[in-house]
C-alpha cells in the first residue's frame, strides 16, 4: 500500500527502487489520491486515462522539445537530436516527415514484410531449440525488430551489429534524471550515428532504392512534390525511426512473456486457443507497456482534473497509469488476454499516434504465435534482469528453458 506521504512526495527524478521493480501500485494511488500531481520544475504528471486523451488531443499541447531540452541538454548531439526528429517537432515539420514515413508502413508494405519476419521468427527458434537454455532478449525478442527496422531503411545485415546499443544510449538521454555518464553515452552514439549515416546516404543518393518499401529513398525525395529535408533533419529523422522501432518491440515482447509467464493460467488459455494472439498481442501492450511516459507542453492555459493549468506548463501524460485505469479498463490490474474492448494508449494517441503502431502488432502476433505453438512447455529458468529506467520498461534479460 503507498501511503498518503509517498503520494506527495512522488518524484519521477528520483523515484523509489521498488517503483522500478512495479511502478503500478503508485500509479493507483496516483490515480486515486492526485490524479494531476505537480512535479517539481512546475510541471504535472497525469495518471488518469480522459485527461491523458484529452492532451494527446488538445492541439495546443506542444511536442517541441526545445523549451525543456535546451537547460538538460545544453549544445549536444544529444539536443540536436531530440530536438530535430518528428516526434518532438510541432507542424509544419511534423505534418512533413509524417507523411513521407506513413506510405512505407502502410498495410500493403507490412504484408510484404510478414514472410520476413515469419521466416526469421522460425530460424530464431530453430536455434533456441538447439540451445535449450536461451536467454529470451537477446536470443529472441531483440533480434526480430533489428531486422525489420534495418530492412525498413535497408541497411546492410552487417552494419546492423552497433544499432541496439546506439539506440539504448540515445533514448536513454530522455530519462527524467539524466547522469553524466547517460549524457556522455548519448552524445557518443549520435556523434558515431551520424558518421555512419553519412556513408549510408551517399550511398544510397548514388544508388536509389524502391521508393515504395524504402523509407531512406522515400526520406532523400521527400515528397514528391514537396520540399526536401536538410541533411541534418534527414538524419535526425532516421535515427529517431530506428530507435522508435527497436527497444519498444523488443519490450513489448519481453514484457508479454513476462506477462504470461506470471499468469500461467492465461498462458495456457492462450496455447489452447492461438486465435487469441491478437488480443493477446494488444493487452501485453496496456498491462505493461514498453513506453511508460509522453510528454507535452501547454501553449493555452488547460483545465484538468477540476484546476486550470496555465500556458507554458510542461505535462507528463502517465501511459501506463492511463492503461491501468478503472474507469476506462474493467478489473485493470488483471492481465486478460481475451480482453475487448481494450482502447490502450500505448501507442499514444492524435497527431502523433506510433506510425510503426502496425508493424509492431504484426511483429508480436508472427513472435508469440509461432513461439508458442513451438515451445508449449516454455518456462523461466532463472532471474530476469530488469531495465531500471522510468520511460522505457522492459528486461534485459529473460533467462528461459524452452525444452
Ligand atoms: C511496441 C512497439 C512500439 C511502441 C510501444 C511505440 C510507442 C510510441 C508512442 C507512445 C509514440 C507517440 C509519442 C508521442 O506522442 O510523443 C510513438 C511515436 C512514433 N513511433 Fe512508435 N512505438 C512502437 C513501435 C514503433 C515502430 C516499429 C516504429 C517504426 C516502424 C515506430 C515509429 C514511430 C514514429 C515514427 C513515431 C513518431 C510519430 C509522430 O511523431 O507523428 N514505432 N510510438
Not at 503507498?2 to 512526495?9: G, K, L, N, T, Y
Request: charged residues 25%; hydrophobic residues 40%.
Amino acid at each position: 500500500m503507498i501511503s498518503a506521504a509517498e503520494v506527495r512526495d512522488f518524484q519521477l527524478t528520483r523515484v523509489p527502487a521498488a517503483f522500478l521493480d512495479d511502478p503500478y501500485p503508485w500509479y493507483a494511488a496516483l490515480r486515486a489520491q492526485d490524479p494531476v500531481h505537480a512535479l517539481e520544475g512546475g510541471g504535472v504528471f497525469l495518471s488518469r486515462y480522459d485527461d491523458a486523451i484529452a492532451v494527446y488531443r488538445n492541439p495546443r499541447a506542444s511536442s517541441d522539445k526545445k523549451a525543456e531540452f535546451a537547460p538538460k541538454l545544453g549544445d549536444s548531439p544529444l539536443y540536436e537530436h531530440h530536438t530535430s526528429s518528428l516526434v518532438f517537432n510541432d507542424p509544419p515539420l511534423h505534418t512533413r516527415v509524417r507523411r513521407i514515413i506513413m506510405g512505407a508502413v502502410n498495410q500493403r508494405a507490412i504484408a510484404r514484410m510478414e514472410q520476413d519476419v515469419a521466416r526469421l521468427v522460425e530460424a530464431l527458434l530453430a536455434d533456441m531449440a538447439a540451445k535449450g537454455e536461451v536467454d529470451f532478449i537477446g536470443d529472441f525478442a531483440a533480434q526480430i525488430p533489428i531486422e525489420v527496422i534495418g530492412n525498413l531503411l535497408d541497411i546492410p545485415r552487417p552494419e546492423r551489429s552497433p544499432l541496439r546499443a546506439w539506440s539504448v544510449a540515445i533514448l536513454t538521454g530522455l530519462e527524467p534524471k539524466l547522469t553524466t555518464r547517460m549524457f556522455d553515452a548519448g552524445n557518443r552514439a549520435v556523434t558515431e550515428f551520424i558518421d555512419y549515416l553519412k556513408l549510408l546516404i551517399a550511398a544510397r543518393r548514388a544508388k536509389p532504392g524502391d521508393y515504395e518499401s524504402d523509407v531512406l529513398t522515400r526520406l532523400l525525395q521527400g515528397e514528391k512534390e514537396g520540399e526536401k529535408l536538410t541533411d541534418t533533419e534527414l538524419y535526425h529523422q532516421c535515427i529517431f525511426l530506428l530507435n522508435a522501432g527497436h527497444e519498444t518491440t523488443t519490450n513489448l515482447i519481453g514484457n508479454g512473456l513476462w506477462a504470461l509467464l506470471n499468469n500461467p493460467g492465461e498462458l495456457e488459455k492462450l496455447r489452447a486457443d492461438p486465435s487469441l494472439v491478437p488480443t493477446a498481442v494488444e493487452e501485453m501492450l496496456r498491462y505493461d507497456g514498453p513506453i511508460q511516459l509522453n510528454n507535452r507542453r501547454l501553449l493555452d492555459p488547460m483545465t484538468l482534473g477540476g484546476s486550470t493549468l496555465p500556458a507554458g506548463t510542461p505535462i507528463t501524460i502517465g501511459i501506463g497509469a492511463a492503461n491501468r485505469d478503472a474507469a476506462q479498463f474493467p478489473d485493470p490490474e488483471r492481465f486478460d488476454v481475451a480482453r475487448k474492448p481494450n482502447r490502450h494508449i500505448a501507442f499514444g494517441q492524435g497527431d502523433h499516434v506510433c506510425v510503426g503502431m502496425n508493424v509492431a502488432r504484426m511483429e508480436g502476433r508472427i513472435a508469440f504465435s509461432r513461439l508458442l505453438a513451438k515451445f508449449p512447455k516454455i518456462a523461466l529458468a532463472g532471474e530476469p534482469e530488469r531495465d531500471r529506467r522510468v520511460r522505457f520498461r522492459g528486461l534485459r534479460r529473460l533467462p528461459v528453458r524452452v525444452g
